[in-house]
């Protein structure tokens, strides 16, 4: 079954915006300049993006990115930590554990935009997902919707399953009573069709009590 892209709610908590002149002192690149200085990014997005107004904007060089900002935190315990990438506008985990960072460095965006747009899907998701009863058409809706418009955000970042977001949609799958049938992660079923739409080719769920 096709479940096509929807109109999404992103009435969401306002934002606010970086210093502009510390980003160009930076040298940051334009793209990323406009975004962070306009829009801007969350306060805190649950958790799961929180800004530290006294790192913002530090910089530093690290492994496989080079020249860096910090953006914010993963509120995990596990010191997982966003970045711009000053020589591309890419948006980079640093990837860490209880109390310290380690060195191990993934891209999760392809740009501040990417991220602003996933970030505004993984909100909406949340501040809508507990007025939904787990296990109603409604729920599901959400679930499907909220992972169509964040793979359609930044699709390259969800060709691989390990990436950050990958995870975070499939955990939001997880919320689902429902088991679908097959082994592939509802991310890895949205796709663009010939008239360019997004969707996803939902294989339908498996029977309860079934063999």
Same mark, same amino acid.
């Given at each position: 079954?096709?479940?096509?892209? +929807? /109109?999404? !709610? ?5 934002? %606010?915006?970086?210093? @502009? ?78 109390? +310290? /960072?380690? !060195? ?5 965006? %392809?740009?501040?935009? @990417? ?78 069709? +010939? ?17």
């Amino acid at each position: 079954m096709r479940i096509q892209a +929807e /109109p999404f !709610d992103y009435s969401v908590p306002t934002w %606010s915006p970086y210093d @502009a002149g510390r980003l160009a002192g930076l040298g940051a690149p334009a793209a990323a300049v406009a975004a962070l200085t306009g829009r801007g990014l969350p306060e805190n997005a649950d958790e799961h993006f929180v800004r530290v107004p006294e790192r913002e904007l530090e910089q530093a060089v690290l492994p496989e990115c080079g020249d860096a900002a910090f953006l914010g935190h993963a509120w995990d315990g596990f010191n997982n930590t966003y970045w711009l990438c000053l020589t591309d506008s890419s948006v980079w985990m640093r990837y860490g554990q209880y109390q +310290e /960072p380690l !060195d191990h460095m993934k891209r999760i965006n %392809s740009s501040v935009e @990417a991220l602003q747009s996933i970030l505004a899907v993984y909100l909406a998701f949340e501040f809508n997902g507990s007025d939904r009863i787990v296990g109603t058409g409604e729920h599901e809706a959400l679930i499907n919707q909220s992972v169509i418009h964040a793979v359609a955000a930044d699709p390259t970042m969800f060709e691989d399953d390990e990436n950050w977001w990958s995870q975070t949609f499939q955990e939001i799958e997880f919320s689902s009573a429902k088991i679908l049938i097959g082994e592939r992660a509802r991310f890895e079923l949205v796709n663009r069709d +010939e008239g360019g739409r997004w969707g996803l080719d939902h294989p339908g769920y498996e029977v309860e009590g079934g063999d």
